[in-house]
């Protein structure tokens, strides 16, 4: 899977895409003259420059809760 972060003017999209979408999207990208981030210039996608994209390949991972119990023995 793909996503796809896009931020102009300060208006921030995240889309999730397959491969077939992806290239769509990158193609439609450069008729809009984006520019295609190699890295994240700054964490907030708001101030990132105006008509840019940053495409990430891989898997959204949610964290499992793990229950730990913490026990105390006086002699």
Known sequence: MYYMISANDGDIDVVEL???????AMADALDDDV???SSVPIPDPQYWPDNSSLIIK????????KTTITEYVVD
């Not at 891989?58 to 964290?63: A, L, N």
């Open 35 to 37: 520019t295609f981030l």
């Open 58 to 65: 891989g898997e959204i991972v949610v964290p499992k809760p």
């Open 18 to 24: 397959d491969k077939d979408d992806i290239a769509k």
